[in-house]
């Protein structure tokens, strides 16, 4: 058989006396009743009775030590970064609220993807390269055009999109969200003040009565509106969160679930039905006096629509900045025959095992009292 002859003879591969498929040679003497009922009735029930729960506690699981296996979520944080996350805010103040959209307006929303270009931070370098109007030393009251050098497209010579702008008046109750330019984003270069606004009109600034305070929707004009997980029924639905005027923070959790369920009652079911993403936001106040910066995009019409107490306009504001992390939620759904597979096979052994020592010991017992063992069986017979 030449070298493979010689290499399957050394290893003894040929040897009949190593076939482990052949019968095994059983032991008539140590056969009992015992252990036919064992084999037959005893190991077979303690498998079923296994499998079964297995797979109860795989789908249904026993209680809050013990959840469920079907499905697996993991967590993960990661950086926010220059991306851009659909948000919706409704005006809550009867007499609107002025949006100041971003750079790329609905496109940069709609599209996720944050096409603002980078700017200079340098602002010392005094050369000409790209135009005496786009970089210049900065003079003791250039505040404004800093800003605009962080925050701005200059169409006409990089052709970018559109620039940041104030979106107008919008009614109480109206929803704003992507379509309309409304979405989460942080700036290229991380500018603090480019950011989402709301402003509205301040009650106590322009009443006669020096009595009256900003309460109410004064404080609060607008609100979140976002979807959320609901964790006793496990459906998506959707809650609107009041947003004190000032600085707020957005703390986001992304949800991603394949078998995702939505609440019949969610306002937007029929069109949010079958998306397997949502977002769910949360607010931080970090600062609550919403005063209007003087560098905001919807100042003017602010102060005609409402009029102006000195420098300020009557007027107060809001400004969404996202938390630099954001948590991602990823739901699978594992199968569970591999893994059933795997356990059946090992607590089959162990069972088996366990009672081939109980078998063992029946034997000694027998032994013990002086019988035979092929005699106890005739004798039963």
């Not at 009949?16 to 009922?37: C, H, M, W, Y």
């Not at 020096?210 to 309460?215: D, H, I, L, S, T």
């Not at 594992?334 to 090992?346: D, K, N, R």
């Amino acid at each position: 058989m030449g070298f493979l002859g010689k290499l399957m003879s050394r290893f003894n591969a040929l040897d009949p006396k190593r076939d482990s498929f052949a019968g095994s040679v059983t032991e008539t003497s140590e056969q009992t009743r015992l252990g036919a009922f064992l084999a037959v009735v005893v190991l077979p029930t303690c498998v079923a009775a296994y499998s079964a729960l297995y797979f109860i506690q795989f789908y249904y699981g026993f209680g809050g030590g013990s959840p469920a296996l079907y499905s697996v979520t993991q967590s993960e944080t990661l950086q926010y970064g220059t991306q851009v996350k659909e948000l919706a805010i409704e005006c809550t103040n009867p007499n609107g609220c002025y949006f100041r959209l971003p750079t790329g307006g609905a496109t940069m929303c709609q599209s996720g993807v944050n096409d603002q270009d980078t700017p200079t931070n340098d602002f010392c370098d005094t050369s000409t390269n790209i135009g005496p109007a786009r970089r210049r030393a900065l003079l003791e009251n250039d505040a404004v055009y800093a800003r605009h050098l962080l925050t701005s497209h200059d169409v006409a010579l990089g052709g970018g999109p559109d620039p940041a702008q104030c979106g107008g008046k919008t009614a109480c109750g109206v929803l704003m969200d992507g379509a309309d330019g409304v979405c989460a984003y942080v700036a290229p270069g991380s500018d603090p003040t480019d950011a989402l606004t709301v402003a509205w009109k301040d009650d106590a600034m322009t009443s006669a009565t020096p009595a009256v305070e900003c309460v109410g929707h004064c404080n609060f004009g607008v609100s979140l509106v976002t979807d959320y997980l609901d964790e006793q029924s496990g459906t998506i639905k959707q809650k609107k969160i009041r947003a004190h005027r000032g600085i707020t923070l957005l703390s986001l959790v992304e949800r991603h679930d394949s078998r995702m369920e939505w609440d019949a009652a969610h306002p937007a079911f029929a069109t949010k039905s079958g998306k397997k993403i949502i977002y769910e936001w949360g607010i931080t106040a970090v600062d609550i006096v919403g005063v209007v910066q003087t560098s905001n995009l919807c100042r003017a019409d602010l102060a005609t629509e409402y009029g102006t107490t000195g420098d300020d306009v009557n007027a107060k504001g809001i400004k969404f900045n996202p938390f630099p992390l954001y948590t991602k939620t990823t739901t699978t759904y594992p199968s569970p025959i591999m893994a059933y597979l795997a356990a059946v096979g090992g607590i089959a052994a162990t069972v088996g095992g366990a009672l081939g020592m109980v078998h063992t010991v029946h034997l000694e017992m027998l032994n013990a009292r002086g019988y035979g063992v092929r005699k106890e069986e005739e004798g039963g017979a």
